[in-house]
Structures are given as C-alpha cells and as structure tokens.
C-alpha cells in the first residue's frame, strides 16, 4: 500500500495555481514522522524517454516554470545545468564542462570558445518537457515546459546576466560550499532580491570538504539578509558525503557514485532510524547529523511556501552536481514550489498609462532580453530572444513591434535548446522565444498586440573599460566590418566615436576587459577577420548636456588635456576621462554641464 504525506504534514502553504509534488512525497507505507523499516524505492517512472533532447511541438497548455542559475564564477552552474536536463528527462547522457576531445561538452556551453575555456561567456536558453511524477502528481499537472537559462557568473560577463533577470521568475543561486558566498553571488542576490524573484538555494560541491552545513545557512541569513530553510541536510562530506535527509518527506536519500556522472545516481530511500545509515556513515558524523537534524526540528521552523514566492526566504538544497547528488531533488522541489510565469510593468507611452501586464491577458506581449549572433554556423543569422509575458504566440503571427510602431510578421521563430533550435509553433507566457530574420530588433524592444503596452524592463550598464579596435588586413575590411556591427548588435560592447571633427577615431566601450577578448576570437572564429587591440588612456565616460538641452553642434565644453570629447552609436554627446582627477577638472570648468553615467531619456 503506497500513502501521500498530506500538505498539511510537510506545513506547506501553497500559494501558486499549481504545485508540482516531491517524487519522494509518496512512500511505502510507514509512520511518520521516523519510519525505519523502508526498503529502497524503486524508481518511478516520471520522465518521458530520453532523446537526445526532447521539444514537442504540441505545448499550447503546459504549466511553465522559467527560471536562471546565477552564482560566482565556477561555482558549477552549467554542471548543474547539465544535470538538471539528465534529471528533466532532456539528455539521455550529462556532458562535462572539462569534456576533453570525443568527450560530451554541456548543451549550455556550446561557444568555441566556453569549450576551450572551460567557462560560460553567454547565458544560453534551454527549453525542455518534463514529466514530473505521478502518482503522487494530480492528474492535471501533467508534463511542465521548463525555460531554463544559465548564465556566465564572470563579472566581465554580468550585463548579460543581469539582462536574464529580466526574463525569469525565479532563480537557482549556486553555492560553492566549499567557499560560501563569493562577491558576484552577493551582487545577483541583490538584483533578485530588488526584483523580488524567488530565490532557491543549492549548495554545491558537497563531495570535497566543504564548511559546516549550519555555518553555510547562517551565513545566507546574515549576509544576504534572506530567511533560509535546508530543505534537505547533508549527510558527511567531502569522500564521506553519502546522501541528504529530507525534511520535508522525513527521508534519508543515499547516493551512489556513477561513472563521471554521466548518468543519474542510484538512490537508496530510506528511514532516519535504518539500519543502512549507521553502516554508510561514519560513528562520528553519524551522531553529529543526529544531533543537527534534531536541533532544526526543535528551532520548530516550517516551510513556508509564501515567503518563498515572497523572496523572503530561500529553500537550501544540498547536493553535488558532478555526481548527481541531490539534483532531483533540487528539480523536483523547484518546481513543487515556485510559481508560474509572473506579470510585467508596462511604461506605457504619451497616450497609456503604466500598467502591469498579467500572463492571462489574451492579447500577445513580450520584449527582447538578449541578441546573440551565429549560434548555428549553417545558419549564420541573429537571433532575437524573446520572454513572452501575455497572450499566446503563433507562427505567422504579425505583431507591432512598439519602438518602430510597424507591424511585423514572427514567420521565424524558434524555440532553443542550447545550440540547437526548432522552429516555434506556439509558446505561452514565461516562455523565451528565439525570433530570426529581423534585424531592426534591439535589446529591450517590445513586441505586442495591444498598442498600449510599453516593456522597458532591461538595465543600463556603464561601460568601464576602454580599447581601440585595429584591422591589420585592410584587404580584409568588409569582413572586420560586418563582423563588428554584428557583434555590436548584441549588445555586450559598445562603439564610441572619439573626435569633434569630421574624422573621428572608433573606441570600443565594456563593461569588462573579458568582453574585448570575446569580441577579437569571434571576428576571427565566426568572421574570418583578424584584429588588433590598443589599449586606450580612458577609464571613465560620461554623456553631458547643457541643463537647457543638448549641445548645439558648434558648442563644446572647455576640455582639460586628460579628457576627450565623442559620440555614442546614437549620436549623442559623451565627455571620455583619464581619471576621477579628470572629471573635477571638467566639471569645475564647466559649471553649467550636466554630467552622467547612462545616457540621458
Ligand atoms: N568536485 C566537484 N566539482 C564540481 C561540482 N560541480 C561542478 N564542479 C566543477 O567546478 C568547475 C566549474 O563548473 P562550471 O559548471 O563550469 O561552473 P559555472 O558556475 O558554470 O562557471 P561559470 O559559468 O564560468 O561562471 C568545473 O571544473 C566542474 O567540473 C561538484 O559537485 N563537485
Ligand atoms: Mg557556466
């Protein structure tokens, strides 16, 4: 005889339309909350045979969950990416972000040049089914389209991430628990704490030695300033990590280690009080998670799934990525408590007011979160990512799209799998569509039905890094050009014009140094154009006005000599420094000027 644990045990509130159970939430007959007599639990079958990767077409009503993984430099997001599709039924076999030749790489890292590296430049979508379990799922859920993007942790890197955040309704924040809290963690936290996106927590890298299981939740509470609830605790660590108790279900979850974690671990399921705990674990340890478990029992804490949805608390899942450890757990407990797609603020325009946009509206909506250019060599076009967030999208729909007011037709659309795409026949709120063949698309565009509807959900960086951008093979500039305006287009760098004359020289503008890097390999990789970086004397720009207004073009500002003057790729005015020392000067001789680090509305 099998029982559900009612929602009631687990002191779940849930907030959402739908909830997705825990696979472990059905178990063989046993007392609750110490059963000690469970035998392993076969694996039930809650996934969709495995292909190579899984897009069915048909989608119009799944459930949809549309999440990032954000963290800290290799903290081990695209490994749990990885992992994740294993788990989601979407690779029949993980790849490695170390694969060496005739090894598999990760979907996500698909770019030269993150193979070669080992680290991810770009975020990468990945959409995929899953069929989460049932029993013990209500019949209704059924199977769940997932919008799952990794994101690159560099800081050089961030503007893309940050742009994701836009796209999402909840995010995965990998923890090296190894480490704790690293800087760039802190710095996402933040963003998704501003935006209120539900955050869930993975320690990762429970297989080395990492810090104290208690001593890694304070740290979340104190630093991040979030509640934190460890969903699951671990058991031993480093060599002797041999599973996670669950709190939830009450349920010892002991792995086993496969070969490079290609394929899922083998889970034994059993009781607190089994004997097969004593005999994995050592003496020591043994007690030590005895006494742990039982002093987050008595602090008498529950979970409560609506300050989760609130962002207010983080679930905590522990677990390794590498080797699978706890990564179905981390899958199956997101998706039982987050939320469906969320609404969208509308700015509006001269003649609409501000709004918020909900996912029920009937009438199409979505903007442009990132622009990424050859993802298919045989393609060799650009695509314009899109996060629907009202109505529903159809292939030949026509759309307007709101920064031009024409009308244009999405003939084609795809949906993504890392690299690889298929053409889109419908997609509903929360998901991210991939739309070709529009070149006038920008980062931030909205695309709509409903003339009304304003997005201008995509923050501004300021460059801070400076560089002039040489072609050495002038036979070759056709190339150095189109390959250039291209990645231009994407958004990660920016094009200055340096000069107040009619000559002006170019000067490349990022927000990190990583970026120029980037932007040489792939001139050369995707454009077969060489180039050369001269390092430049600016450290800072800023966009000037006149309080009256912009500039006429025969008025310049009184310049100190380590200062120039230019435009950006709209023309406008831009003062470029050497130094802080710089900016004063400038601005003590300009009095009247109006300085900033963004461009001016
Ligand atoms: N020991 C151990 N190593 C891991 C685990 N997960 C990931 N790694 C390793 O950590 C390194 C970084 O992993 P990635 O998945 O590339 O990390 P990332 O967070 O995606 O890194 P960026 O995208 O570059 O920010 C790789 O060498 C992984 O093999 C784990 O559970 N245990
Ligand atoms: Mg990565």
Known sequence: MRIAIAASTLAVSKGNAFALPNRQATIPTAPLPHPSNDSPLPR?????????????????????????????????????????????????????????????????????????????????????????????????????????????????????????????????????????????????????????????????????PTREPLELIDELERVLGIGAFPVNWPLGSGPD?????????????????????????????????????????????????????????????????????????????????????????????????????GPRMSIGDSESAERMVSPDEELFSGFVFKIQANMDPRHRDRIAFVRIVSGSFSREMTVVHAQTGKRIRLSNAQKLFGQSRETVEDGRAGDVVGIVGHDNLRIGDTLTDDRTIVFDEIPRFTPEVFAYLHNPQPSNSKKFRLGLEQLLQEGVIQLLQIGTGQVKTPLLAAVGPLQFEVVQYRLKAEYGAESRLEPSRWTTVRWYRMPSGPPTPDWLPDLPSDATLGVDADNRPVALFADEWAIRNFTQRNEKIELSPLPFA
């Open 44 to 208: 039930p079958p809650n996934r969709l045979p495995p292909t190579d990767h899984q897009m069915p077409t048909s989608s119009a009503n799944l459930p949809r969950r549309t999440f990032a993984i954000i963290s800290h430099p290799d903290a081990g997001k695209t490994t749990l990416t990885e992992k994740l599709l294993l788990y989601g039924g979407a690779l029949a076999l993980a790849g490695s972000v170390t694969a060496r030749k005739n090894q598999r790489a990760t979907a996500s890292d698909w770019m030269e040049l993150e193979r070669q590296r080992g680290i991810s430049i770009s975020s990468t979508v990945l959409q995929f089914d899953y069929a989460p379990p049932s029993p013990p799922a209500p019949p209704e859920l059924g199977t769940v389209r997932i919008n799952l993007l990794d994101t690159p942790g560099h800081k050089d890197f961030s503007e893309d991430t940050y742009r994701v955040l836009t796209a999402v309704d909840a995010a995965v924040m990998v923890i090296d628990a190894g480490k704790g809290i690293e800087p760039q963690t802190r710095k996402l936290f933040e963003v998704c704490r501003r935006r209120g996106v539900p955050i869930f927590t993975f320690m990762n890298k429970c297989d080395r």
């Open 241 to 341: 990590f041999r599973g996670v108790y669950d709190r939830l279900s009450h349920k010892v979850h002991l792995f086993e280690r496969t070969s490079h974690g290609a394929y899922e671990a083998p889970v034994q399921v059993v009781g607190i009080d089994d004997d097969l705990i004593r005999q994995k674990l050592d003496e020591r340890v043994y007690t030590q998670v005895r006494e742990e478990i039982e002093m987050l029992h008595g602090a008498g804490e529950s979970f409560d799934e609506a300050r989760v949805l609130a962002g207010q608390v983080t679930p905590v899942y522990f677990g390794s990525a590498m080797n699978n450890f706890g990564v179905q757990l981390l899958l199956d407990g997101f998706l039982e408590h987050s939320a469906s797609p």
